[in-house]
């Protein structure tokens, strides 16, 4: 028995020599951990094909093609880069490009040298491509287009061109303005300005009828919203200005009106809709009545929300549907008319948790479909011919995501996929296949075509080299966990070992943290960079947790909106109690506990280290808000109200106001160019921790965004965390 015991051990001793160390190169440089997806994928508008842009690495050569979905049979080579290098002018450079297809597939749109704006949005030099010749026409001339979009017939395309609003008729190249008063940083015609896109996600603000003839758009005023300067340096003698409006807490909005084109009689329309001081429009579509759309209009503090109903050739306008919530409405894209014309799909939280309602078209209740103490997290779409509204849910654990099937009668509730982990479907346009994404923590993302009732296919990629390379650099598993906190609230947390851990030794702990309203760190999905990052630490000989606190998403409204009115309070409190739990666990060593947190996650990890002085010995924020006065109105105002509201709650879930008690190691990171969380939030608790006499590091990459992107300045900044951590616990 002992030499067994012997070889067994000197058998895995040889294992762990033989296994590869991971270098921060490899994670942020090399790609070594990079995943392969299925790029470019969408379903086609005739039901039974998708398609998906293929690379040819080697030769930086790429073409979009058509498969069947059944049998994967390729069915046509649409696009090839080829033939946009020969004919588009300027010539591209990048195998990369956006495209889309005309409802009929004789035309495609296809966007070259994107060029990033804010988080979502983009602008590029569009091209109409005729697939039948192949030849390839520029949408317009001058400055680069914003949200080229075809009309349902295929004959025009809409877009945005310096804050205006145009379109492109196809058949004779005409170009038609819609809009004349497009100005930056004072008028916007078709596009959402920056706090609308941050945090209601809505970048394209304008909208075809489903038999062409209308276009209805958004139009904002931001001539009151008060200008933030950033100073833009690149290694220039005077730095310039980059200036945008950016509305703070408590601050005037852009004012939005909701207007239409009428394309026949080249005649605009104005519905005397606007926000005016106290409301938000977050979203427009239209039914499946080619005269009537639909606005959402949602009050400032978001929790009491109306669909408007826009009939645009009476041009009247009536209440349709509204609800109320004690703390707030979230905004998603799951409001569905169906085809019939006679109902429509919508989620809420109603009943305590997020569910799929149906309603007549009159705004009554037909009834509500799904129901639980679970959160439906996405609606894929109804099936009207057979009656079936497709969606994923949290219903099998609030880690794990599964995709299901329930009838318009809100019977036969069908769970489609089944191994423990996170699945996501991208459904045909008939609703009679879909590819799952499918991956767990322990397997990459794996992609499959399924039929509507969960049988799989075909396979289409299985990440198998990828799940090769983490297996010789040894990744070790997350072990999933829970604990109650004293109210006998649970919280679930992950923990990663290091490989050769030792129950008798006590290891130094990294936490890290996001915590934000309706987040998640805690899942049992494939990893982000930031993992890789954490599986470095354990090689390290740290071990590495991340506990979701009160306030985080998938488990109800409840829990998710304790924290309503006392963002950073109960939350850092939550993370305290996590660090308290693990301190007290035989292989931890509870003198040597850091934290680190990212944006919200920075907020988190500031507060934590200057209110548990004694738990604590170190801390990393990066890019972090440090009041929430100088956050933007939509999000703050969501969970805090304004400030004079609730000038209490944003005093007290500030991490400005508890920097006397930084007794240990605290690196504050942010990026000068920060068009989101402003470095602004740095400079005041710079300011507030040198008026308290803390000594504290402090470093800062020029001009670089919220993300601190670009995989140079990625290693430099995980190169000196890594060092500080090491120094420091």
Request: aromatic content about 16%; proline content about 4%.
């Amino acid at each position: 028995m002992k030499s067994i015991g012997f070889v067994s051990l000197l058998i895995w001793s040889l294992s762990v020599l033989a296994q590869e160390s991971i270098t921060l190169s490899d994670i942020f440089v090399k790609g070594t951990f990079r995943p392969e997806y299925v790029w470019g994928q969408q379903p086609l508008p005739t039901g039974g094909a998708f398609s998906k842009l293929v690379f040819d690495r080697e030769n930086r050569q790429s073409y979009v093609a058509s498969y069947a979905y059944e049998s994967g049979e390729l069915i046509d080579t649409l696009i090839r880069f080829s033939d946009l290098r020969q004919q588009a002018d300027p010539q591209p450079t990048s195998p990369f490009f956006s495209y889309s297809f005309s409802a009929d597939m004789s035309k495609a749109l296809i966007a070259l040298q994107e060029e990033s704006i804010y988080r979502y949005s983009s602008k590029a030099n569009y091209y109409v491509m005729d697939l039948e010749s192949r030849t390839l026409t520029p949408l317009t001339e001058g400055a680069k287009q914003m949200y080229a979009t075809f009309s349902p017939d295929g004959n025009k395309v809409a877009f945005v061109q310096e804050n205006d609003l145009f379109y492109t008729l196809l058949a004779t190249g005409e170009v038609v303005r819609v809009t004349d008063d497009g100005e930056w940083n004072y008028i916007i015609n078709g596009a959402a300005d920056w706090v609308y896109e941050e945090e209601l996600k809505l970048t394209r603000a304008f909208e075809w009828s489903p038999d062409s003839r209308y276009i209805a758009y958004m139009r904002f005023d931001e001539s009151r919203v008060k200008q933030f300067d950033m100073p833009v340096y690149q290694q220039q003698l005077y730095p310039s200005d980059y200036s945008f409006k950016y509305p703070k807490a408590g601050e005037d909005n852009a004012i939005v009106t909701i207007h239409a084109f009428d394309t026949k009689k080249a005649k605009g329309k104005d519905f005397g809709l606007s926000t005016g001081d106290d409301y938000y429009f977050p979203r427009l579509q239209w039914t499946a009545d080619e005269d009537l759309f639909v606005v959402q209009k949602l009050n400032r503090l978001q929790n009491r929300l109306e669909l408007l109903a826009v009939d645009v050739r009476k041009e009247e306008v009536d209440v349709l549907m509204s609800e109320e919530n004690e703390f707030y409405i979230d905004i998603t894209d799951n409001l569905t008319f169906l085809d019939n014309g006679k109902q429509f799909i919508w989620t809420s939280e109603q009943d305590g948790y997020h569910h799929i309602y149906l309603f007549n078209m009159d705004g009554t209740l037909d009834r509500q479909l799904t129901a639980g103490a679970w959160d439906v997290t996405a609606l894929y779409g109804v099936d009207e011919d057979k009656g079936w509204v497709y969606y994923q849910s949290s219903e099998v654990s609030p880690l794990e995501r599964h995709v299901y099937r329930i009838n318009l009668k809100g019977k036969k509730k069908r769970q489609l996929t089944s191994e423990e982990g996170w699945h996501d479907a991208d459904f045909s346009a008939d609703r009679q296949y879909y590819i799952r994404t499918y991956s767990s923590p322990s397997q990459p993302y794996h992609f499959a075509v399924y039929d509507n009732t969960g049988e799989e296919l075909r396979l289409l990629e299985t990440n198998e080299a990828l799940q090769a390379t983490t297996d010789s650099f040894g990744f070790v598993e997350k072990e999933f966990f829970s604990f109650d906190l004293e109210d006998g609230t649970p919280l679930n947390g992950w923990m990663m070992k290091p490989a050769d851990f030792e129950p008798s030794q006590a290891y130094p702990v990294f936490m890290f943290v996001y915590g934000g309203p309706g987040s998640q760190t805690v899942q049992k999905r494939w990893a982000s960079r930031n993992d890789f990052w954490f599986q470095y630490l354990t090689q390290l000989g740290y071990i590495v947790v991340s506990v979701d606190n009160r306030g985080t998403g998938a488990r109800g409204e409840a829990f998710k909106k304790v924290t309503y009115k006392r963002l950073g309070v109960i939350e850092v409190e939550d993370q305290i109690a996590a660090a308290q739990y693990l301190a007290e666990l035989p292989y931890v060593d509870g003198e040597r506990i850091g934290i680190f947190g990212w944006s919200y996650g920075g907020y988190m990890s500031s507060g934590c280290l200057f209110r548990a002085p004694d738990l604590f010995k170190m801390a990393i924020a990066v890019a972090p808000v440090t009041h929430w006065k100088f956050y933007d109105t939509i999000y703050t105002e969501r969970f805090m109200q304004t400030p004079q509201e609730n000038p209490d709650g944003y005093e007290a879930g500030s991490p400005i106001n508890y920097v006397d008690g930084l007794r240990g190691k605290f690196l504050l990171i942010h990026g000068t160019g920060d068009d989101n969380v402003h470095f602004q939030n740095t400079v005041e608790l710079t300011r507030a921790l040198v008026e308290a006499g803390k000594q504290f590091d402090v470093f800062f990459y020029p001009d670089k965004n919220h993300g601190i992107p670009g995989s140079t300045t990625r290693l430099h900044l995980y190169k000196q965390m890594t060092d500080y951590i090491q120094k420091n616990l």
